[in-house]
């Protein structure tokens, strides 16, 4: 697919039947109107303009609110429908879809990979430290962002094809390792699946009142009794020693991640409670 720099299509290609929705950008094309959608608000790449007012129009006097990158797509991006960013050129994109897998959305030259979820909002840049939770479409929404990097590192370890196809590339275009290499996100994937039965069990420790079964309880006695019975875990039978054990050895795996990835500053965000 090639497009115009506002971003009308020019040409379109396929070698197959799959025609993903994801085009201009790597935002949803509404195939009846011709709009884009962006989150904040629909842009028509034919008229290059923005349907609706810009929301934070007030950054912006003397321009039209319904401009889209201020007249300059070439040097200008705008990721949400609301702040204009200077373009950081192109480069690979990765999108979460509807059924949490990672695609590969978007080929191009430079030495970085951007990951979306899949409403088409940016999750992190691989070159540069995230700043995401900080920005408009994510306010007040760190857990749903939280799981969403979780399950991109998690995919990154798990699927073959995915970690394959981001090692072609690096060879292809090399990777930039400055804030996280590839092993590094591939590591921190294993960590986080290997540990997310043992949070599973604590959160159900954690909601054992709403059960009923309270500390003292002969019934959390019994529940005790049982799971030693039936665990075989590295210490023998020894459940909570095992959680303890595992979970500080987990968690020194991310922290030490963390801190190769911008000096652990974005350890913030994936604080384990």
Do not use: C
């Amino acid at each position: 697919m090639e497009y115009t720099a506002f971003g009308e299509m020019f040409v379109e290609e396929h070698k197959n039947s799959n025609n993903s929705p994801y085009k201009f950008n790597a935002k949803e094309l509404d195939e009846e109107t011709g709009n884009y959608y962006y989150g904040a608000r629909y842009y028509n790449p034919k008229w290059s303009v923005w349907l609706s007012v810009d929301p934070l129009a007030e950054k912006y006097p003397g321009w039209s609110p319904y401009n889209y990158t201020l007249n300059n797509p070439v040097r200008f991006t705008d990721p949400t429908g609301m702040v204009v960013e200077e373009s950081q050129g192109p480069t690979d994109h990765w999108k979460l879809n509807d059924s949490g897998k990672l695609e590969l959305i978007k080929k191009t030259d430079d030495d970085f990979n951007v990951f979306f979820d899949e409403n088409g909002n940016k999750l992190f840049q691989t070159n540069e430290q995230s700043e995401e939770l900080k920005s408009e479409e994510w306010e007040g929404k760190s857990d749903e962002y939280i799981n969403k990097m979780k399950t991109v590192f998690i995919e990154i370890a798990n699927e073959e094809e995915v970690y394959n196809t981001m090692e072609q590339r690096a060879e292809e275009t090399g990777f930039d390792e400055s804030i996280i290499t590839l092993e590094q996100m591939k590591s921190v994937g294993n960590e986080y699946q290997d540990i997310g039965p043992i949070l599973g069990v604590l959160d159900g420790i954690k909601e054992a009142p709403k059960w009923g079964v309270n500390p003292g309880s002969a019934a959390k006695s019994i529940l005790q009794q049982a799971g030693k019975s039936i665990y075989k875990g590295s210490t023998g039978t020894d459940i909570t020693k095992d959680v303890k054990n595992y979970a500080n050895r987990a968690w020194q795996g991310i922290k030490d991640f963390a801190t190769d990835f911008s000096n652990g500053t974005f350890m913030d965000y994936f604080i384990l409670k």
